[in-house]
C-alpha cells in the first residue's frame, strides 16, 4: 500500500521476494519515467575493471517486438524439443501427477509459446554486451538483475529471456534486426510491461541444502532453527 513504509532491509527484501518472472501484461503502456529510472539502476550495477559493456535498446515498434516473439519461440521451442525428446522434459514434471496440465505445459514448452510472450510486451529491452570484455556475461547479467528489481519496486513486471540469444543463428537474427555492430553481443530480452494478475511465489529449494561449511558438502546449517 501507498502508506506502507520500510527500513531499507524490509524494503530489500520484499523487493527481491515480490520479483516474479512475469509473461502475461495488460495494454497499459510504460511510462517514460519509469523506464528513464529502469535504466538508470542497470548502469549503476558493478562490473569487472569498470569495463561497463552493456548496452541497451529500447524496442517498442509491435513489428518488431513481433518479429522478437517468432525469433524467441523457435530458440524455445527446439531447445524444448529436445529435452522433450531425450526425456528430460518428463523427468522434469515427474511430480505434476494432473495429466491435463502436464500435456499443456509439455505444449507450451516444445512449441515456443512459452517465448512468445516478446510480442505482446508494451516494452521489450534488448541487452547487449561488449564482447571485447573478459567479463561481460558477468557483467550484464548484473545490470539485468538490477533492472528486475527496480520493475519489481515501481510494481511492473517482466521476464528475462534467453532463448534469442543462445542459438548463434537467432542471435544473428536479433542482430540483424537492431543492426548491431559486430563487437557486441546479443546476451538477453527482457519484456515489460504491466503484470496482467498477480503471480504466486515459484518453490525454492531450502536452504539447508543450498549453503556449506568449509567444503562442498558440508552442513552449514546443523540445527533445523537455525534455517529461517
Not at 513489428?63 to 523457435?74: C, F, P, Q, S, V
Not at 524455445?76 to 500435456?103: H, I, P
Not at 555492430?181 to 519484456?191: F, N, Q, R, T
Amino acid at each position: 500500500m501507498a502508506d506502507e513504509t520500510f527500513t531499507l532491509v524490509e524494503a530489500a527484501k520484499k523487493i527481491i521476494n515480490d520479483r516474479r518472472s512475469i509473461r502475461d501484461y495488460t495494454p497499459e503502456p510504460v511510462s517514460d519515467a519509469d523506464l528513464d529510472l529502469i535504466l538508470e539502476m542497470g548502469r549503476q550495477a558493478p562490473s569487472g575493471e569498470d569495463a561497463q559493456p552493456w548496452r541497451f535498446i529500447i524496442v517498442k515498434d509491435a513489428d518488431a517486438r513481433k518479429k522478437l516473439g517468432a525469433i524467441a519461440g523457435g530458440g524455445s521451442g527446439r531447445r524444448f524439443t529436445a529435452e522433450f525428446v531425450t526425456e528430460k522434459m518428463q523427468e522434469r514434471f515427474a511430480n505434476l501427477k494432473d495429466e491435463a496440465k502436464k500435456k499443456a505445459a509439455f505444449e507450451k514448452l516444445t512449441s515456443g509459446t512459452v517465448s512468445m510472450f516478446l510480442a505482446e510486451a508494451p516494452v521489450n529491452i534488448v541487452v547487449c554486451g561488449k564482447k571485447a570484455v573478459w567479463d561481460m556475461p558477468f557483467d550484464t547479467s548484473a545490470a539485468i538483475e538490477n533492472m528486475l528489481l527496480m520493475i519489481a519496486a515501481l510494481g511492473l513486471g517482466a521476464c528475462w529471456v534467453i532463448a534469442p540469444c543462445i542459438d548463434i543463428r537467432d542471435e544473428e537474427r536479433v542482430k540483424a534486426l537492431f543492426d548491431m555492430p559486430e563487437g557486441y553481443k546479443a546476451v538477453s530480452i527482457l519484456g515489460v510491461g504491466h503484470p496482467m494478475r498477480p503471480h504466486r511465489p515459484r518453490p525454492r529449494l531450502p536452504i539447508s541444502e543450498l549453503v556449506f561449511k568449509e567444503k562442498f558438502g558440508a552442513p552449514y546449517y546443523n540445527k533445523p532453527e537455525e534455517v529461517k
